[in-house]
């Protein structure tokens, strides 16, 4: 059995439906499990639906569901051309508990953001399951909140592991066996009071490498708009390489220092059980891609580059004339782990103590107001972060060039660069 991954590129039109329905149906002769995310930049658009709380309605909501509405029906009408009425039905049920949520919020911002952004995925795999009923490709549609188990940490909620791998053996693998087919959503799931939780923004990878850790899939693929995994964001970089194969322990290097290729939470469930993880072409979908699997080499052996905008430099120093001493960087980093600030590179020295963070608006809010109690604060915005694994001095002095450098650190096999954007 296969899981299968589509992002919302890879369904953000009818064309694009129709491209990876054809792969489906092409890899429907074995069992499969298709995990697919909100059409196009459909989760961003409902985003601006989200109420922070009764009294704070966002603004143009009129506007934002036409606009999200619109989007799929001209989805729907160009796949089902005559036929679109059960389609319809569906969907305008899912658009009404939308509206029914946008204009009756709770209290909870993160609540609300759940109910609201959930949509897309319910909206994306009715269409999709619907459309591939309609060309002769039979396959259940399944709700993936009544199998994905979470706490009730809204917008990024931690898996019950014993919950899900329940239900999967007393639900989702029955209907695997009778079905052979199954088109689901990924992101989305269910705390274990029945509400609709999600995984964190780009958590469909995730969600499809619970499901094949889960189901002890034989492989994952994650279907993409690139050849593979490249070793550097062509967004930044000219020349880039694909890389055939990456240990798993290397993918969950890449992902802690920011490749966003792939969801950080996905290859752990997948290397306990060694299931293989695929990234392939939806363009190409025959080309070969990329595997990572239990390997010992990065092949070809080539430098890995990771760029990260939008990094701050915080410089912090006591006020009392004190050392930056154990208690101090227990202060500081007790702070950082309540509000919830990930920390991507650290220096110390005797009086300061710098940390690179991302530009993130609690930062401002939370972070410095708290810590400039004890410390004073500077700070450098605009800033990018450029990790390279398996470096050499001359692909250094070329980053650097005439770049000012804020930070610079290197391991044995990492650099690490702060400069600017
Ligand atoms: N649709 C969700 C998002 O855009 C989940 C995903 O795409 O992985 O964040
Ligand atoms: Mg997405």
Redesign the pocket.
């Known amino acids: 059995m296969k899981v299968f991954k589509f992002?919302?590129a890879s369904v953000n039109s009818a064309d694009a439906v129709r491209n990876m329905a054809a792969i489906v149906k092409q890899h429907a002769t074995d069992p499969l499990v298709v995990v697919v995310?909100?059409m196009g930049k459909t989760?961003n658009n409902l985003e601006l639906l989200v109420p922070h709380h009764q009294t704070h309605t966002p603004k143009n909501i009129p506007e934002t569901l036409t606009k999200i509405k619109n989007y799929h029906y001209n989805i729907v009408d160009e796949l089902f051309e005559n036929d679109t009425q059960e389609v319809y039905k569906q969907i305008n049920l899912l658009f009404a508990q939308l509206e029914e949520q946008v204009m009756h919020p709770s209290f909870d911002y993160n609540y609300n953001y759940d109910q609201i952004v959930s949509v897309?995925?319910l909206l994306s795999t009715t269409i999709i399951s619907l459309y591939l009923n309609h060309k002769g490709v039979n396959n259940t549609w399944v709700d993936i909140r009544t199998v994905i188990k979470t706490d009730a940490t809204y917008r990024e909620g931690k898996v019950d592991w014993e919950m899900t791998q329940s239900c999967v053996n007393h639900s989702l693998k029955n209907i695997i066996s009778d079905s052979g087919l199954v088109i689901t959503q990924?992101?989305i799931a269910s705390s274990v009071q029945g509400t609709t939780t999600t995984l964190g923004?780009?958590?469909?990878?995730y969600s499809a490498s619970i499901l094949a850790y889960c189901l002890d899939a034989s492989d994952m693929v994650i279907w993409k708009d690139v050849p593979g995994f490249l070793n550097a964001d062509p967004k930044f970089f000219a020349n880039t390489t694909k890389i055939n194969t990456i240990p798993y322990n290397e993918a969950i290097e890449l992902a802690y220092y920011g490749a966003s290729i792939i969801h950080p939470k996905t290859v752990k469930p997948l290397q306990n059980k060694e299931i293989p993880l695929h990234v392939k072409s939806f363009v190409t979908p025959q080309s070969e891609g990329s595997v990572i699997k239990n390997a010992s080499y990065v092949d070809p052996e080539t430098p890995l580059y990771i760029f990260k905008n939008n990094q701050i430099l915080l410089s912090i120093m006591p006020k009392d004339f004190s050392f930056i001493a154990e208690d101090n960087l227990q202060k500081i980093f007790g702070e950082m782990a309540n509000i919830g600030i990930k920390v991507n590179m650290i220096q110390n020295s005797a009086l300061s103590f710098s940390v690179c963070i991302d530009d993130h608006h609690l930062v401002f809010d939370k972070l410095i107001p708290t810590l400039q109690k004890d410390f004073a604060i500077r700070y450098n915005k605009g800033l990018q972060l450029i990790t390279i694994r398996y470096y050499t001095p001359k692909i250094i002095n070329e980053i650097v060039n005439h770049r000012k450098i804020y930070l610079e650190q290197h391991s044995r096999i990492t650099a690490q660069l702060l400069t600017e954007m």
């Open positions: 992002g919302g995310s909100a989760t897309g995925e990924g992101f923004r780009e958590g469909s990878d």
